[in-house]
């Protein structure tokens, strides 16, 4: 074959940071075969679908098998109701975000990834640490990168304050993955404002934002005046609802993004209506299910269910007075390795001395170096098990 | 805003075709309020879901709302169980495709778009008629297009014979859509050869080849020696099992397809893990009981059902004298519009006079022009309805 492949690729890193994790703990495992190693690693949910969820689901499995029930291809853009009731949603957090604003997808990561499909030559912004998707998928569509560190100094919130008016593609990640530091509301107008005299669009990635309690913190970069002309949001039911095998999220292109003239809306509109199919019905019906009063009922349960276990992972960290940010709006825990471990330096300390494994947050960019992920989302019994373990251990 | 924007959207026509197929038969509904409208246009299924596939599909649902059962992330390449099972559908055509090189998708559609992402600066080669979404991706990710026209003169079948021999990016949809041709080996051994000798890559689109009866004529590229160093194959369960609206599809990236060095079964790896985060984790279940024997015997009494209906089409066309292509071994007939009428005319003339909807083949490219497209997919009784009321009509 005398083809041109993508250049792009020669210039990612290979899909390091977990593969590493798990050559690591496997090699543990080998040498020890009766320790049972608990993860607080991985940001996957454990905890079981709603039932309301599951019995939508059921259902709509077995209309498929009848002939007055059965549904083919549907709107690439997502099933109307569904659409609707997201748009609902966002009238709730005081959002005015119509139906046809909404595509429905098989979940964010697909997104955030094709998202760069509808820039040409652009600089993507990323403020580190963050989710390694954004500048992978940057990076293999042969896009410039400008890193903003957002290290300790700063709390682990970017700002852009010190940023040069120049038009970025901006991804925002809040309460961010993976330090659980959320911006408040007038951090983000910061950034909403930045865009909109800078002439950037911003890529707000809202996966987590069920984890957000109260109303001061805003779960929606609509909730900013002025971001329906500067803003995509990208959003799941994958930790919302726990979607994560399901497969169901959202991006929100409103009308009012243009630029140059063209609007964002109709060219995402072309990009899903050709390279896209819809996502699948079943799990869209049970995105319907877990966006009813009942589904967000049943739902708020495992939330809380998590938010307890942050609690406790908090409460142990502030026990040994190590610093941490985040476990309060999010499910992650980010703390400062003890006794000025670096990252994979303490991962091997707690792997090897206590057989529980978390993520280095090295991982997550060079401004991730010397602190840690812990993820909430393990059964309590793991997360009561882990602390009693760490609690031996010199931190 | 002021973010410079992908200039291949505004080399892609506007999704035309079926936009302006609705425009015209809602207006003619609006004149015609009591005329049923039979469509024998669109490509969707009808017939509900296999038994064994709703059956295993609601169990999943459930065992999803269980401690034991839950599931989360899964492998991005998909399940192993299901790729197993492919790998073994490819050993019973006497293709040797291992499971590590097959890919789980969402659908065809989504990975035949996205397939470009692992390419350089190359030239697609579309061989027209054919289904528009390789033309509109390719513009989308700029690429150069050279369109090698296979109108009636050829009988709709692809050649490379006249081609020059440099590397070109070669799709081929055999069963075809819109034209039901189906290349038979000799044919696809000649593309097989030309993509070895000229460096080229081959997209193969076996999305209807479960309607290929008998064993003569080749279900997947990979019955052609050589193939599994220059053919990527992309499958899908829509049309074989009805996974229109469940979702789930394969693409098969052999370890041995490599440029210049370099893998790309490593770069569709790579794409996948950043940019896709699994199919469905119940479509994917469902997939897997459409695959087995169970699920093989079930879906055959579907295809034999839709064969019926072709069979029912061509027997009418036959009978006005009507020359078409394809309906044997394909769910598409496609004839020469009667009368010397072009394809939007012919369309027009049957809407009107018999309120049945086709697909005009000029939207398939400009040598589709004085052809349409019917499809078998519809029920039983709408099919010999629309032969009633055509066989009343000037053909």
């Known amino acids: 074959m005398n083809i041109k492949l993508n250049r792009g690729f020669s210039n990612l890193g290979s899909a390091y940071l977990f593969s590493e994790i798990a050559a690591r703990v496997n090699a543990f495992k080998h040498e020890n075969p009766t320790v049972k190693v608990i993860s607080l690693g ?31 291809y549907g709107d690439t853009q997502g099933l109307l109701e569904l659409r609707e009731a997201i748009s609902e949603r966002y009238s709730s957090l005081g959002a005015r975000i119509g139906a046809d604003e909404i595509f429905i997808s098989d979940g964010a990561k697909s997104d955030l990834g094709n998202i760069f499909e509808l820039f040409g030559d652009v600089t993507a912004l990323i403020c580190e640490p963050t989710y390694p998707v954004y500048a992978d998928a940057a990076l293999m569509s042969r896009k410039r990168i400008k890193i903003l560190p957002c290290g300790a100094e700063s709390s682990f919130l970017p700002s852009p304050d010190e940023l040069e008016r120049e038009p970025y593609v901006i991804f925002l990640c809040s309460p961010n993955n993976p330090t659980g530091t959320v911006l408040d509301k007038n951090s983000l107008k910061k950034w909403v404002d930045f865009a909109l005299f800078s002439g950037s669009v911003i890529i707000f990635d809202a996966a987590y934002e069920s984890f957000i309690s109260g109303g001061e913190l805003p779960r929606s970069i609509y909730e900013i005046d002025g971001a329906e002309n500067c803003a995509i949001e990208v959003c799941s039911l994958s930790k919302m609802a726990g979607f994560t095998g399901v497969r169901c999220g959202w991006t929100v292109v409103p009308r009012a993004c243009k630029s140059g003239g063209a609007s964002l809306h109709s060219l995402w509109a072309r990009r899903q209506s050709t390279k896209f199919n819809g996502a699948s019905y079943i799990s869209q019906i049970g995105a319907l299910a877990a966006l009813s009063d009942e589904g967000k009922r049943q739902n708020a349960e495992n939330i809380a269910y998590y938010m307890e276990n942050a609690r406790l992972l908090g409460e142990f960290l502030e026990g040994r007075g190590i610093e941490y940010f985040g476990g309060a709006h999010a499910p992650y825990l980010w703390l400062k390795c003890p006794r000025g471990m670096d990252s994979w330096g303490f991962f091997d300390h707690l792997l090897k001395n206590a057989g529980v494994v978390g993520t280095p947050g090295a991982g997550f960019g060079a401004s991730g170096e010397g602190f840690f992920r812990f993820s909430s989302f393990a059964h309590r019994e793991d997360i009561l098990e882990a602390i009693e373990r760490m609690g031996k251990l010199r931190l």
Not at 42 to 64: F, H, K, Q, Y
């Open 42 to 72: 991985i940001g996957d949910v454990t905890l079981p679908l709603a039932p309301c969820v599951v019995s939508a689901m059921r259902n709509a499995a077995e209309r498929l098998g009848t002939r007055e029930g059965f549904v083919g």
